[in-house]
């Protein structure tokens, strides 16, 4: 029998979905939700609404999930709803509508780091690995029960970025591979345990606090890290945009006061002091932009970024 199916999402996650849903001679695919993220576009990612104009499939983008929304869902009856990176709360009425529920693919092991973005909390947290999760939907934000479950690692240089990519694409490929046993129930949801946690949204503009530990700037430079707004830092009237660090673990510098240039390096990096040690910035901007010798003015050992 013909699966009738929604898909609700954006980015490239619900396009891996939507090209292998539509290569299902199994599925017909009703309609695809979405709002694009322009930014994302913007990176080089493909546009979901025109992959679904290729395919002939229609799309809607609806600001929200009104009730004129709730009833056209309703009186096309799909089977299934599939929420990929959708980043709005489903109300009751919509998740009771399909005969199999809502499956989300979420990118942390629940019941753990639920919220819109753990992959970034997992990364300033300092955490060794993350996971995806396919659950059922409910009322609640990412609390559903789970039917399968994925673990990675996180590279040790993994850019915020870079790990949103990979957590996309290990998301649609759990789905893709465990489809088939998804709607046939050959997997069993089971109900979260009691517990786990929660993370918000992050500030979009951030200082550097040269009092953290090198580790914990590291992870805040990486999370923020191109393409995103890279963390900042003042020295005096220049604003520097900080895109990669690094840990000096071979300074033979005693510890200094935080945020203290400690020596500057010929190929334009230099080592900055933390609280318990220091950081080599690698990769920067500066605005204004330095002009003729302003950079050995302002890069020197001895002079400190503002407090923040």
């Given amino acids: 029998m013909r699966k009738k199916v929604i898909l609700f999402g954006c980015q490239a996650i619900s396009i891996d979905i939507l090209r292998f849903l539509s290569s299902r001679a199994d599925v017909d695919i009703l309609k695809v939700v979405t709002y694009e993220v322009l930014s994302d576009v913007s990176r080089g990612q493909e546009s979901i609404k025109a992959v679904a104009a290729d395919l002939g499939i229609e799309v809607l983008s609806p600001r929200r999930i009104s009730q004129d929304l709730v009833e056209e869902i309703k009186i096309l009856n799909p089977d299934v709803i599939i929420s990929a ?141 191109h393409p995103y707004n890279p963390i900042e830092a003042i020295l005096e009237n220049k604003y520097f945009f900080i895109n990669k660090v690094s840990i000096d673990e071979n300074s033979l510098f005693p510890i200094q006061v935080p945020g203290k240039i400690l020596q500057v390096n010929s190929d334009d990096t230099f080592i900055v002091s933390c609280s318990d040690g220091a950081v080599r910035i690698e990769e920067y901007s500066v605005y204004p932009a330095f002009t003729g010798v302003e950079k050995e003015i302002y890069l020197q050992p001895g002079r400190s970024f503002d407090e923040h």
């Fill in 85 to 225: 990176y959708y980043r709005k709360i489903f109300p009751q009425e919509l998740i009771e509508i399909p005969s199999f529920g809502i499956l989300n693919i979420h990118p942390s092991t629940l019941p753990y780091y639920r919220g819109p973005v753990p992959t970034a909390w997992a990364i300033l947290n300092n955490e060794s690995e993350f996971g995806i999760t396919i659950h059922k939907v409910d009322t609640g934000i990412d609390t559903g029960d789970i039917l399968l479950q994925s673990r990675h690692d996180i590279g040790a240089d993994e850019t915020g970025y870079e790990l949103y990519l990979r957590a996309m694409t290990l998301g649609a490929r759990l789905l893709i591979e465990n489809f088939d046993k998804i709607i046939t129930s050959q997997v069993q949801p089971v109900k979260q345990a009691h517990g786990g946690s929660y993370y918000g949204k992050l500030e979009s503009k951030v200082f550097l606090n040269w009092k953290q530990s090198a580790q914990q700037i590291k992870n805040n430079v990486r999370i923020r890290a």
